[in-house]
């Protein structure tokens, strides 16, 4: 599995952003998707993450409310909208899938995409 983030961006406090993560290859059905961030000089942390068919999903702390994760299977993409954005969303986003449910939920991805910035300015 091939994954593209994109939709990133500058965007002022309070302002949205759509992530999309566009996958190639086998079998995007079956996979288990996520989002990670990692801001500068931190390590890199789950956001959210959905389930093969939707029905399922699980967010950090600091995003429920605010982020929504989807999926279209159809389209073999993944979004993460992101409203309310505050300046400690700034960091780099990735997207990651795997149809191992114990790895999601180490966080132990074996597909990663190659990150889209966001960052919110105050």
């Known amino acids: 599995v091939q994954l593209q983030a994109s939709g990133g961006g500058l965007v002022q406090a309070g302002g949205s952003l759509r992530l999309s993560c566009a996958a190639s290859?086998?079998?995007?059905?079956?996979?288990?998707m996520g989002w990670f961030r990692q801001a500068p000089g931190k390590e890199r942390e789950f956001v959210a993450v959905?389930?093969?068919?939707?029905?399922?999903?699980n967010y950090a702390d600091s995003v429920k409310g605010r982020f929504t994760i989807s999926r279209d299977n159809a389209k073999n993409t993944v979004y993460l909208q992101m409203n309310t954005l505050k300046p400690e969303d700034t960091a780099v986003y990735y997207c990651?899938?795997?149809?191992?449910?114990?790895?999601?939920?180490?966080?132990?991805?074996?597909?990663w995409g190659q990150g889209t910035q966001v960052t919110v300015s105050s």
């Open positions: 990651a899938a795997d149809d191992n449910p114990l790895k999601v939920v180490l966080y132990e991805y074996s597909y």
């Open positions: 290859g086998r079998a995007f059905s079956t996979y288990y």
């Open positions: 959905i389930s093969w068919n939707g029905d399922s999903t």
